[in-house]
Structures are given as structure tokens and as C-alpha cells.
């Protein structure tokens, strides 16, 4: 291995040891943002748009963007926080069925419109976040990591 590969894997292993203090030690309170974000996202979702919205994002629209780092937060907070591992997967995956009915009730809402594409992208958002909640999850009987 070398030099910088080692220094950057370092790097990235102490990176890995803080972002699991901060989600030990701030459990509560994001465990309290996720409801008030699925609220966000919702009604984020829901309003009607009277603009079209464009750009991009290297070569993603941004909307896609949007949708997919929306959805992994919400998978994210469960995933990472909440100390049963099967509440944890529940509560992660209970968001990509909330993606799907977002885009659902948007058919019904002024100038938007329900999107399969969204839909996938919401719950590839949600894969992301549950793999990068398992990143951060401490194993089960395992102390602070060394």
C-alpha cells in the first residue's frame, strides 16, 4: 500500500469514527429531525410549482439531484439512529414506499406531475442512505471503534 493511499484511508477511517460519535451522541435529536423531515420533503413535494425547474448537476438534472439526496436523509436518520437493527431497516424502507405515494398524490396537485423516474430515483436516494446508516452503525456488542 502506498503512502497516500494509506494516509487517505486513514483519513477516511477517523472520518468514520467521529460521524459515529456525533450520531451516538446526538440520537434524540435526530431521531426527532426524521419525522419533522419526512414532513419537510412532504410538503416540499406537494406545493403546487409554478415554475419550471432546470439545470443540472454535472450530468443529472438537478431535480434528480434533489430527489435522491432527499430520500437518502430520510433513510439515513432511521438507518443510522434507531438501536434496533430491525426497526432501523424498517424505518429506512418505509421511505421508499413514501417516495411512491409522494409521486402518487403529485398527479393530483397543480403543475406537478407523478414521475416513475422519480420514483426510482427516490429509492435509489433511499438505498444510499441505508448503506451509507450501515456505514455508521456501530456492530451489535462491538465497543467505540479503535
Known sequence: MTVEMSVATGAAR?????????????RTALLVLWPLAVVAVAGASLVPQLAPSGGSFLFLPIDKCIHFAAYAGLAFLP????????????????????????????????GREGSVGDAVINALGVVGGIALGMALRTPRGAGAPA
Open 14 to 26: 477517523r472520518l468514520l469514527i467521529w460521524t459515529r460519535d456525533v450520531v451516538a451522541r446526538h
Open 79 to 110: 438507518q443510522a439512529t434507531l438501536l434496533r437493527p430491525d426497526w432501523a431497516r424498517l424505518g429506512a424502507l418505509s421511505m421508499a414506499a413514501f417516495g411512491v405515494a409522494v409521486e402518487i398524490a403529485q398527479s393530483y396537485v397543480p
